[in-house]
């Protein structure tokens, strides 16, 4: 089932995607703190009904045990929202995207499993993929800008600010990743729905943070049920949470590279829902990752 989780994970993380970068405003500089504000909110009514509908204990504790996961994923979830004002030119998707790798290799250093041909092979190809579509994404509006003559802001060009969000980003998503591998998949440190139930508390609590901080103290107009996009975003992100738990939980190593690939499905829904033109190499790069995936599913498929 951690194989299906994944893919659900993906799909809505990559449908996610398209609403954060709708809903923020390159001109708010309390864009990020706004989105932190919503993903709070909806994580929290989710953790509420959750509870409810499925009968749930929840012991508070639980949110100390499992707080230095949920400070990474927190922090790096914060840091990629502020890179959105940053990210068109950079080369934001392309590092951002190595995370998933990155959390493999650790985990993978720090507790060797063996691992089968196709495992293996189906990781590098995901992987390869996801990197490969970045820098075409990179390249195309780098070329779109040229082709109408226009200035490429400095901001977006490769500097010292371009590359600063989506690093950050990719370090503390990988050691998120990495630590969520111990704590639900090596060590069994923390129980599937206690692991999502502290995370999504933590982040209700960071969220309302953000709200009182942006209405009370710096008196910007933030009035929450106008925020659609931002809304469809939260709701989308949680959803992917409630399966990434359960995916991380059943194969850590391979679901980290499996779950980055929801960059791809960013890029098929944008062709879906807002007819976006794709390159011949762009569809070549989403044949390799699904490749990588069919791949994943068969060594999956062996292994049971």
Known sequence: MWFIFSILTAISWGAANLYYKKGSDSSDKYSHLKIVTMVGIVMGIHAVSYMLIKGVAFDPFDMIRYFPVSALYILSMTIGYVGLRYIELSIAAPVQNSSGAVSALLLFIFFPREMSFLNIFGIITVTTGVIGL???EKQG??????????VIPKKYQIGVLAI???ILYSI???LGTFADGIYLDELKL?????ALLAYEFTFLIVGLFSYLYVKLIKKEPFVILKEHDKGLAAILETTGQFFYVFAIAGN???AAPLIAAHGIFSVILSRIFLNEVLTKRQYLMIAIVMLGIILLGIAEGLAT
Do not use: K, M
């Open 134 to 136: 970045a820098v075409l």
């Open 141 to 150: 509006e780098i070329e779109s800008l040229q082709a109408r003559n226009e």
């Open 252 to 254: 850590a190593i391979i």
């Open 172 to 174: 503390l998503d990988g």
């Open 164 to 166: 600063t969000f989506p």
């Open 190 to 194: 923390i129980s599937e729905d206690s």
